[in-house]
């Protein structure tokens, strides 16, 4: 984890805030979809993940059985006390094996299961008073993913609850990412009508000569310096 994203994450999470950003970089987190990247992005923010654990369709694993009374019996335990209030402070090496358990159960769910699941998990993080905003760096790893007709079914599920969630219900706010400079046209193909969008924003990196021309150029920046960016 670098500096941006526990930035991102510190901002997510500040108290007050009304902003819940789950920011999701498909290189170095490498996953099957749209849908387990980011819930699995979710699972590794703290705060967020004591949301996605209640969630009614994907939280019951973790309420379910045996398994939930000894963690009932547990928290009750007086050491326990100081490891939840870190829990909820934000510390999430200390939720890491739940997190796990987390994104090898959502591995197991079908496609729709996932759309309900971040449905509800956008839904959950508004009734506490915060809006959601979902950065896919390298999105055309995810959307949509090129392979077999699966992998493009679940593309274009994916794609159409982001207008819903964008559009329709304006819960939720999505940043695509990407270094193909076609990857408009590519979602264009795979049915998400670009005008119809109010809140996505198709963002393509900037080739470096490019940026390199525009800080020297345009911003007056040292070429040394600029070299660095």
Known sequence: EDAGEKQVDADAQAPGGNRTTLLVNMRQMPADDFYEATLSVASKQT???????QLPLFGKRFRA???SRVWRF??????????????????ATAAAPLATSVQNALASLNDRAKAECLAQLVNEIKKKGNNTAIIIDEANLALPNDGNDAKAETARTALAQITGETKEAFTASVILISSEHGYPYKLANAG??????????????????????MLTD???????LARLF
């Open 65 to 67: 059985g045996p398994q």
């Open 47 to 53: 705060n967020v993940l004591d949301i996605l654990t």
């Open 218 to 224: 345009h911003w007056g920046m040292g070429a040394r």
């Open 192 to 213: 998400l009508n670009l005008v119809d969008i109010k809140n996505i924003i198709i963002a393509p990196e900037v080739p470096p000569n490019d940026m390199l021309q």
């Open 74 to 91: 547990i928290q009750q335990l007086p050491f326990m006390a100081t490891l939840l209030g870190a829990l909820r402070a934000g510390m």
